[in-house]
């Protein structure tokens, strides 16, 4: 069976849950590609009307190992990983950089799917985070601006007075992309795909690879 061939047969029929209920998943091949099986399915969860498809929580670990989780937006996908955008003082950033491994789990309860991609971490470059940067509403640009994330704050007013400051300083020009913010790439070592089933038999496929490089392993697992 070609990988294309594979992919469709995964694809649910339409909206709601009984579609990927009933359907399930194929059984675990080497042929088929996680990246575009997940591709499908990420086009899938966008065409059911779910608020926010791209929303992912982010693990992470301290250097010491204590883990800690958020929600993030997955803002693009492909072969060599998935980037998604923070501040480089954020929590998160700094236990990505202290300890470069990290989790995404992407959970679309309408379809009754998930799917958990974790590896290495690593930042993407300057030049395509600013690119991505300047495609963002000029609030949202004041807004990466005024934040010190995870630092702490005095009040609700001191945020909205350094966005004002800010919204002055850069009046009449364009926001440019502060250093301090920016992209990581998650690139996948093991992803696994969840497809929720009737009496809770639910079909689970995993793809990994070994030493994070090489060609993708599949295995079928209970569920």
Same mark, same amino acid.
């Given at each position: 069976?070609?990988?294309?061939?594979? +992919?469709?047969?995964?694809?649910?029929?339409?909206?709601?849950?009984?579609?990927? #209920?009933?359907?399930?998943?194929?059984?675990?091949?080497?042929?088929?590609?996680? +990246?575009?099986?997940?591709?499908?399915?990420?086009?899938?969860?966008?065409?059911?009307? +779910?608020?926010? $498809?791209?929303? =992912?929580?982010?693990?992470? =670990?301290? &250097?010491?190992? #204590?883990?800690?989780?958020?929600? #993030?937006?997955?803002?693009?996908?492909?072969? @060599?990983?998935?980037?998604?955008?923070?501040?480089?003082?954020?929590?998160?950033?700094?236990?990505?950089?202290?300890?470069?491994?990290?989790?995404?789990?992407?959970? %679309? #309860?309408?379809?009754?799917?998930? *799917?958990? *991609?974790?590896?290495?971490?690593?930042?993407?470059?300057?030049?395509?985070?600013?690119?991505?940067?300047?495609?963002?509403? /000029?609030?949202?640009?004041?807004?990466? %601006?005024?934040?010190?994330?995870?630092?702490?704050?005095?009040? /609700?007013?001191?945020?909205?007075?350094?966005?004002?400051?800010?919204?002055? &300083?850069?009046?009449?020009?364009?926001? $440019?992309?502060?250093?301090?913010?920016?992209?990581?790439?998650?690139? $996948?070592?093991? +992803?696994?795909?969840?497809?929720?089933?009737?009496? /809770?038999?639910? @079909?689970?496929?995993?793809?990994?690879? =070994?030493?994070?490089?090489?060609?993708?392993?599949? &295995? /079928?697992?209970?569920?």
């Amino acid at each position: 069976m070609s990988i294309k061939s594979a +992919i469709k047969s995964v694809v649910t029929l339409g909206r709601g849950l009984t579609q990927g #209920v009933t359907q399930g998943l194929p059984e675990a091949t080497a042929g088929l590609d996680p +990246i575009e099986l997940f591709g499908v399915w990420f086009e899938q969860a966008k065409e059911s009307g +779910i608020l926010l $498809p791209e929303s =992912a929580s982010l693990a992470t =670990a301290s &250097r010491d190992g #204590v883990p800690s989780s958020r929600m #993030v937006l997955l803002k693009s996908f492909a072969l @060599d990983g998935f980037v998604f955008f923070t501040n480089y003082g954020s929590r998160k950033a700094k236990e990505m950089d202290e300890n470069p491994k990290a989790s995404l789990l992407l959970h %679309w #309860v309408v379809l009754q799917r998930q *799917v958990r *991609v974790e590896g290495s971490v690593e930042r993407i470059s300057a030049e395509v985070s600013a690119e991505y940067f300047h495609t963002r509403a /000029r609030g949202s640009q004041i807004g990466a %601006w005024a934040s010190r994330q995870s630092e702490e704050l005095e009040g /609700r007013p001191v945020l909205k007075m350094r966005a004002e400051e800010l919204e002055q &300083r850069f009046k009449g020009q364009g926001v $440019p992309s502060p250093g301090f913010w920016g992209g990581y790439r998650l690139i $996948p070592e093991r +992803i696994e795909f969840w497809q929720g089933r009737l009496d /809770r038999l639910h @079909d689970r496929l995993e793809y990994t690879k =070994a030493d994070g490089e090489g060609d993708w392993t599949a &295995r /079928r697992l209970y569920p």
